[in-house]
């Protein structure tokens, strides 16, 4: 079956460090790939998507390609802010668009000033 | 984007009991899907729920205990039932959208005593 694996948290970084999130996944065919974010107290939001190989998802500074062949989404930004602070989740469709998503355990970032 | 909101957006039950969680949404969606989050963990499936049609479970999740129903293109209701504290997590509703987005629900936050 489907299955997201992601780097446990809390991980702890200062303020610009340069921050990396892996992710890597196992499914069937050719899945759709997320990034969602969850801020305290928020709800769970988008933070990026890639529907295929090579293809590279970007939003607020943070960015993650599409590997097919090591089968992982790194989440990567190259300087991060306390208002960065949150639990990340990489997640995964299977193609076509008409099932629900796989998702992993999730990542705490805090971001230190 | 879209716009969902559920309600109630928390509660406290008693073991033995039935909370029935709603689910609306802005505009016609073909689509929804319900989660649920347990504490400190990442999202399952719990099922998907198309309108007009039974709703499809996840492995580990039946529908006497998870009745779903489906009345209208905006609108869906998961009941929990027969409650004990395990069934304690964030239970969200989630849309999917075009361009392969999926949104999320506010979530409903239950505590079962």
């Known amino acids: 079956g489907n299955s997201v694996t992601q780097m446990e948290g809390p991980v702890t970084l200062s303020e610009e460090a340069f921050l990396t999130i892996n992710c890597t996944y196992t499914?069937?065919?050719?899945?759709?790939l997320f990034w969602y974010v969850q801020y305290p107290g928020e709800g769970l939001q988008l933070l990026l998507k890639a529907t295929k190989a090579d293809d590279k998802g970007s939003n607020k500074g943070f960015e993650a390609t599409y590997r097919k062949e090591t089968t992982s989404f790194h989440l990567e930004k190259g300087s991060v802010q306390v208002s960065d602070s949150a639990v990340y989740f990489c997640?995964?469709?299977?193609?076509?668009?008409?099932?629900?998503?796989?998702f992993g355990k999730g990542t705490h970032l805090i971001i230190q000033p | 984007s879209a716009v969902i909101s559920q309600k109630p957006s928390r509660d406290i039950c008693q073991r033995g009991t039935s909370l029935t969680i709603q689910c609306q949404v802005d505009s016609q969606v073909t689509m929804m899907f319900w989660y649920r989050q347990q504490p400190g963990q990442s999202l399952t499936l719990i099922a998907t729920a198309n309108q007009g049609s039974e709703a499809t479970y996840e492995s580990g999740f039946v529908i006497d205990k998870f009745p779903i129903s489906r009345p209208n293109l905006t609108f869906s209701t998961l009941t929990v039932s027969n409650m004990s504290p395990e069934d304690s997590s964030i239970y969200l509703c989630?849309?999917?959208?075009?361009?392969?987005?999926?949104?999320f629900g506010p979530g409903t936050r239950l505590l079962v005593l």
């Open positions: 989630s849309v999917h959208r075009v361009q392969e987005t999926q949104y």
């Open positions: 499914a069937t065919g050719y899945p759709s």
């Open positions: 997640a995964l469709r299977r193609g076509g668009g008409a099932d629900g998503l796989t």
